[in-house]
């Protein structure tokens, strides 16, 4: 496998009863409408295996070059990859972008996929866009900034602004006599460079896999799960590049929460009632995983952000004693405990473990209302964090009155924030906010 060209990349290909090599060059434009075909494929709730795949990218390819038969005057031509043979996903195999599995991107493409996503976030982020908030007193940290302050006793002599501190005593001499070298130095004319500390963050994202975090976006293209998916991807890589020390974990939940390998993203999937009772939307489960996974985290900061487009519908009864007085109360309530089968099919199918904790479910559903036993029990979980030092905030994709004012009335109670917001805007305010919470600037105290 030869390495991309500055302009192209090649591959050879050996054909069997001939000596020849047939060569075949595909341009860096074709690589990257092939690897965006592949997000856009990897996101969808159904995703398509490595057949399908094949027959998905081979229309692109062919399309492409279709085009540039039409456009005589074009810079470089697509060359038809069928000509060779091979399967256009056997050559992504070969270049490492492709595997045969269920879960077919590998990590160089799940990298250079999110990489892209990234950059067209970080191009779309306005100066003073979403999820600023620092404080405006500075201290003693670990990263230089331009700015200076005079020295105090006891600061890190290796931060001195040399040339401001002859400057100042220059200054200081020519006021009262002639200047003469060597320059004398008094301790006021002692400059250093500002710090602020970059603080190590740990985030657990909680997002709602509920049924209704399919339905489409205000423009039509994908759905909420997908657009919260690709803000995830291009946020872990950015997690990875540039602050390898901080700690990004994701929880994926319905009426039970599962842990999700970071890797799994593009792959999560919501619930639908073919899911024995899992297409709930249970914040209690979120939290209770969070907090058990945050609790042997050593970061210093450490945060939950939650992305749903409901109210919570499900919770966990803790004994046979709370269940008979619910049952008093409204004799048809339904309870839901996964079965072995069950768990065995998500397993197979998804790839997830269910963290049951041998806990029974309350669902209630109320249309735009919160069963008071649900509402009850999601409070009480959520100041458990709180009073682990845990910020919880809550990124709500809906614009019904009535689960914003629940959301707020929740983050209210916590100290937390809510964001209301298109879920199109989504990865513009994760990748913001989590940028900007990395800045803990300190008072000089």
């Given at each position: 496998?030869?390495?991309?060209?500055?302009?192209?990349?090649?591959?050879?290909?050996?054909?069997?009863?001939?000596?020849?090599?047939?060569?075949?060059?595909?341009?860096?434009?074709?690589?990257?409408?092939?690897?965006?075909?592949?997000?856009?494929?990897?996101?969808?709730?159904?995703?398509?295996?490595?057949?399908?795949?094949?027959?998905?990218?081979?229309?692109?390819?062919?399309?492409?070059?279709?085009?540039?038969?039409?456009?005589?005057?074009?810079e470089e031509k697509e060359t038809d990859i069928q000509g060779t043979g091979e399967s256009i996903t056997k050559y992504l195999q070969k270049i490492g972008y492709l595997k045969e599995e269920k879960k077919w991107l590998t990590?160089?493409?799940?990298?250079?996929?999110?990489?892209?996503?990234?950059?067209?976030?970080?191009?779309?982020?306005?100066?003073?866009?979403?999820?600023?908030?620092?404080?405006?007193?500075?201290?003693?940290?670990?990263?230089?900034?331009?700015?200076?302050?005079?020295?105090?006793?006891?600061?890190?002599?290796?931060?001195?602004?040399?040339?401001?501190?002859?400057?100042?005593?220059?200054?200081?001499?020519?006021?009262?006599?002639?200047?003469?070298?060597?320059?004398?130095?008094?301790?006021?004319?002692?400059?250093?460079?500002?710090?602020?500390?970059?603080?190590?963050?740990?985030?657990?994202?909680?997002?709602?896999?509920?049924?209704?975090?399919?339905?489409?976006?205000?423009?039509?293209?994908?759905?909420?799960?997908?657009?919260?998916?690709?803000?995830?991807?291009?946020?872990?890589?950015?997690?990875?590049?540039?602050?390898?020390?901080?700690?990004?974990?994701?929880?994926?939940?319905?009426?039970?929460?599962?842990?999700?390998?970071?890797?799994?993203?593009?792959?999560?999937?919501?619930?639908?009632?073919?899911?024995?009772?899992?297409?709930?939307?249970?914040?209690?489960?979120?939290?209770?995983?969070?907090?058990?996974?945050?609790?042997?985290?050593?970061?210093?900061?450490?945060?939950?952000?939650?992305?749903?487009?409901?109210?919570?519908?499900?919770?966990?009864?803790?004994?046979?004693?709370?269940?008979?007085?619910?049952?008093?109360?409204?004799?048809?309530?339904?309870?839901?405990?996964?079965?072995?089968?069950?768990?065995?099919?998500?397993?197979?199918?998804?790839?997830?473990?269910?963290?049951?904790?041998?806990?029974?479910?309350?669902?209630?559903?109320?249309?735009?209302?919160?069963?008071?036993?649900?509402?009850?029990?999601?409070?009480?979980?959520?100041?458990?964090?709180?009073?682990?030092?845990?910020?919880?905030?809550?990124?709500?994709?809906?614009?019904?009155?009535?689960?914003?004012?629940?959301?707020?009335?929740?983050?209210?109670?916590?100290?937390?924030?809510?964001?209301?917001?298109?879920?199109?805007?989504?990865?513009?305010?994760?990748?913001?906010?989590?940028?900007?919470?990395?800045?803990?600037?300190?008072?000089?105290?």
């Open positions: 496998m030869l390495q991309p060209r500055s302009k192209n990349f090649v591959y050879f290909l050996n054909q069997e009863n001939d000596n020849k090599t047939s060569n075949t060059e595909v341009s860096n434009n074709m690589l990257q409408k092939i690897l965006q075909t592949m997000a856009k494929q990897a996101l969808k709730e159904k995703t398509p295996d490595v057949q399908e795949l094949d027959r998905i990218l081979e229309g692109i390819v062919q399309q492409s070059h279709e085009k540039s038969e039409i456009q005589q005057n074009q990590n160089k493409a799940f990298f250079e996929i999110g990489g892209k996503l990234l950059h067209d976030v970080m191009k779309s982020i306005s100066e003073g866009g979403f999820g600023f908030h620092e404080t405006k007193n500075v201290g003693t940290g670990s990263v230089v900034m331009d700015t200076t302050k005079k020295l105090e006793l006891g600061d890190d002599i290796r931060n001195l602004n040399v040339p401001q501190t002859i400057l100042n005593s220059i200054q200081r001499i020519k006021k009262s006599s002639e200047i003469k070298f060597p320059i004398s130095l008094n301790i006021d004319d002692f400059e250093e460079f500002e710090t602020i500390e970059e603080s190590k963050v740990a985030v657990v994202y909680c997002i709602d896999l509920s049924s209704t975090m399919k339905y489409s976006v205000n423009s039509g293209e994908g759905s909420r799960i997908e657009a919260a998916k690709k803000a995830l991807w291009a946020l872990y890589v950015l997690n990875k590049k540039f602050f390898p020390n901080d700690s990004i974990y994701v929880v994926g939940f319905g009426s039970l929460a599962s842990e999700v390998d970071p890797y799994d993203i593009p792959y999560l999937k919501t619930y639908d009632a073919n899911d024995n009772f899992l297409h709930y939307t249970n914040y209690q489960a979120a939290f209770r995983l969070a907090l058990k996974i945050l609790k042997h985290d050593g970061s210093q900061n450490k945060r939950i952000m939650m992305i749903t487009d409901g109210q919570p519908s499900a919770s966990f009864i803790d004994n046979e004693s709370q269940k008979k007085d619910i049952l008093s109360d409204k004799p048809y309530s339904h309870f839901y405990k996964p079965d072995e089968a069950t768990l065995l099919k998500l397993q197979n199918e998804r790839d997830i473990k269910l963290d049951i904790g041998g806990e029974m479910v309350y669902l209630c559903y109320r249309y735009r209302q919160v069963d008071p036993v649900i509402d009850a029990k999601t409070l009480f979980e959520a100041k458990k964090c709180k009073r682990e030092g845990i910020e919880i905030d809550t990124i709500m994709v809906s614009e019904e009155v009535e689960l914003l004012s629940y959301v707020e009335g929740l983050e209210r109670q916590l100290k937390g924030r809510a964001y209301y917001i298109n879920p199109e805007n989504i990865d513009k305010i994760l990748i913001t906010d989590f940028i900007s919470n990395k800045k803990k600037i300190l008072s000089s105290k």
